[in-house]
């Protein structure tokens, strides 16, 4: 059974998850309209995963005795510049997000809730392969420049993202 500073916490993580799922769904939108059929794939790829984090979190809240508490998401933004500055928007989300997970697992140490802190062990990994996933792109879109046959590419490339696989209990 979580307590309700957990239940809190948990429910409060629920509701950022949705809204990279938003967010994610908003750039892909985006990359649509700069004619980038790959970063548009990818990056709706990337809401599906975030989907699988908010509804593997959500599941985990009502087995462990608590209830989970649906709030307002906030709306993304529909601009974001350059497709550079978008995936850099995407690691300063991921982040912010990092440090989300982090100080739930502080949350988890400091209520003694040892089955929230084996369940968030799985956040934590997933969060490094998330970070390093968009460094790696940042890093080869800052390398393209404006370089349109590399960009295109750099977008070939992302289209061949694979979905991601359901998240196990
Ligand atoms: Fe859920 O990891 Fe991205 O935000």
């Excluded at 979190?57 to 906030?74: R, T």
């Excluded at 420049?145 to 490339?157: E, F, Q, R, T």
Aim: glycine share 6%; net charge negative.
């Amino acid at each position: 059974m979580i307590t309700k500073r957990m239940e809190k916490a948990l429910n409060g993580q629920i509701n950022k998850e949705f809204y990279s799922a938003y967010l994610y769904l908003a750039m892909s939108a985006y990359c649509n309209k700069l004619g980038m059929p790959g970063a548009e794939h990818w990056f709706r790829m990337q809401y599906d995963e975030e989907v699988i984090h908010m509804t593997k979190m959500f599941d985990y809240v009502m087995q462990h005795g608590g209830s989970a508490h649906l709030m307002q998401i906030e709306e993304p933004p529909k601009e974001f510049g350059t497709l550079l500055e978008v995936f850099e928007e995407s690691l300063r989300h991921e982040q912010f997000v990092t440090k989300s997970i982090n100080e739930l697992l502080d949350v988890a140490v400091e209520e003694k809730d040892h089955a929230s802190q084996v369940f968030l062990q799985w956040y934590i990994t997933e969060q490094v392969e998330e970070e390093s996933n968009v460094i790696e792109i940042v890093d080869r879109l800052k390398l393209a420049g404006d370089n349109g046959g590399a960009l295109m590419m750099i977008d070939d490339k992302l289209a061949a993202r694979l979905p991601p696989a359901p998240a196990t209990a």
